[in-house]
Nanobody, 123 residues
Framework: QVQLLESGGGSVQAGGSLRVSCAAS????????MAWFRQAPGKEREGVAT???????TYADFVKGRFTISQDNAKNTLYLEMNSLKPEDSAMYFC?????????????????WGQGTPVTVSS
């Protein structure tokens, strides 16, 4: 079992920055992938960014150049640094984990999920 706890969400004006974190605990595997997904009200969950055991990353086109995913292996913590935020970035942001490599952004491929942290960007 792996437990995920997100934090750091909040409200920011358009053009601003925010960093969300995800603390992982439990049976962390030697090879894994972690990702950020988001879901806005009335919309489907969509993948934002993923990172693998060795730091390989994949980003959704709509965040490339604005968001950066990173991890602190010593702290078992995942981060998402979000810059140049837009109102359309407003959503609940979820952390996800799967016990194997593979930098995809397919929600069904991830085994464990956090409860989410809200991000609101005002214009």
């Amino acid at each position: 079992q792996v437990q995920l706890l997100e934090s750091g969400g909040g409200s920011v004006q358009a053009g601003g920055s925010l960093r969300v974190s995800c603390a992982a605990s439990g049976a962390i595997h030697r090879r894994y992938s972690m990702a950020w997904f988001r879901q806005a009200p009335g919309k489907e969950r969509e993948g934002v960014a993923t990172i693998g055991t060795y730091g390989e990353t994949t980003y959704a086109d709509f965040v490339k150049g604005r968001f950066t995913i990173s991890q602190d292996n010593a702290k078992n913590t995942l981060y998402l640094e979000m810059n140049s935020l837009k109102p359309e970035d407003s959503a609940m942001y979820f952390c996800a984990y799967k016990p194997r490599t593979g930098a995809d952004l397919l929600a069904y491929d991830y085994y464990y999920w956090g409860q989410g942290t809200p991000v609101t960007v005002s214009s």
